[in-house]
């Protein structure tokens, strides 16, 4: 009895301490201030038991080892994972930098986790870690691709990843009647309704990039280059609502000599048009520049734009995207689009 005695007082203790603790607010809770070593250990324990056992039920797919599957996780990987976990040839991130625990560089690491365990670390994410849970924004069948991505990134070259950037389907999108984006969605097809006609691309029109080619960028450059053609290709391919999502709420857009100033007067203006030009646009680069500086980048294309037809047009033309990184990938946050008749 004694013994027990002992027992009881001993917990009393630690619960009277560790009460003193959490209300004294003695406990430092910065970032940069990191966990004890047992600390850190006993959290990673727990991380690594409940993932094995909330991942044990499921069921992983055959498809893990298909090319179109894992093009397409690189494209959703460049624009959702890269401020994070980086991709090959990518200098750290100031987001990064910042964040504790840092998340993996996956590129340099070998693959310890299963698939099934990768897959619900992505669907639901982890608490008290800065991974989101991306199940509620994205489908199973996406959500896998990125795994089949995964699987195949570590030792990944730069060359490499960019042939799979260059070759995917891949990029961030919401599926449909999600409630997150319902707000915006609706805003977007209220004005769309009442839009004016869409404009006519002449010689001061704007031209778009119909197909991604390999430029020569650093690797941070180019994941923002990837959600640039990415826009340009859903565009062309009349996907105007998964097109707005890669545009920041706030853009401001330059053509044709006036400005639209967000996204929603975009939509309700020229975006429609735009898509509907370019659906038979023939558009070849010709050269590419960019660069970043922090979570902003700018990439400079010049291409020449081709059209046949009762008018057809034989542009040069210019376009200069500016896009910042957020907690879903690039965004873009400008553009200046201007063309001119090729002589």
């Not at 959702?80 to 964040?99: F, S």
């Not at 840092?102 to 982890?126: C, M, N, Y």
């Not at 069948?141 to 030792?155: E, H, N, T």
Request: net charge neutral; aromatic share 4%; glycine share 8%.
């Amino acid at each position: 009895m004694k013994s027990v005695g002992i027992v009881v007082i001993t917990l009393v203790v630690l619960l009277v301490v560790a009460t003193a603790v959490v209300y004294s607010g003695s406990l430092n809770i910065a970032a940069d201030d990191p966990h004890w070593r047992t600390t850190s250990r006993l959290i990673e324990t727990l991380r690594d038991r409940s993932i094995s056992r909330q991942a044990k039920d499921v069921a992983v797919p055959a498809s893990l080892d298909d090319a179109k599957s894992i093009a397409s996780g690189a494209g959703e990987y460049a624009e959702m994972c890269t401020g994070c976990h980086l991709a090959p040839g990518m200098k750290d991130t100031e987001m990064r930098q910042g964040l504790y625990p840092k998340p993996p560089e996956l590129a340099k690491h070998d693959v310890r986790r299963t698939s099934a365990e990768q897959f619900w670390i992505i669907k639901h994410g982890l608490k008290m870690t800065g991974m989101p849970a991306w199940g509620p924004t994205h489908k199973d069948d996406r959500i896998w691709s990125m795994v089949a991505f995964l699987r195949k990134l570590p030792g990944m070259t730069p060359a490499q990843y960019q042939t799979l950037l260059d070759s995917g389907e891949g990029g961030h999108h919401h599926d449909e009647g999600e409630e997150h984006e319902a707000e915006t969605e609706a805003a977007l097809a209220s004005e769309t309704k009442t839009a004016p006609a869409g404009h006519a691309h002449d010689d001061g029109g704007h031209a778009h990039e119909k197909t991604p080619s390999t430029t020569t960028l650093s690797a941070e450059a180019a994941q923002a280059a990837a959600v640039a053609d990415r826009f340009q290709k859903l565009l062309a391919q009349g996907k105007t609502r998964e097109a707005s999502m890669l545009l920041d709420p706030s853009i401001l857009i330059f053509e044709g000599g006036g400005a639209e100033k967000s996204r929603a007067e975009y939509a309700s203006r020229h975006l429609k048009a735009d898509s509907e030009f370019l659906k038979n646009a023939n558009v070849a680069m010709i050269s590419r520049a960019g660069n970043t500086a922090g979570d902003l980048a700018w990439i400079a294309t010049e291409s020449r734009l081709k059209t046949e037809g009762s008018k057809p047009l034989d542009l040069l033309s210019t376009e200069t995207m500016v896009l910042k990184r957020t907690p879903d990938g690039w965004r873009v946050m400008h553009i200046h689009w201007s063309s001119k008749a090729k002589k």
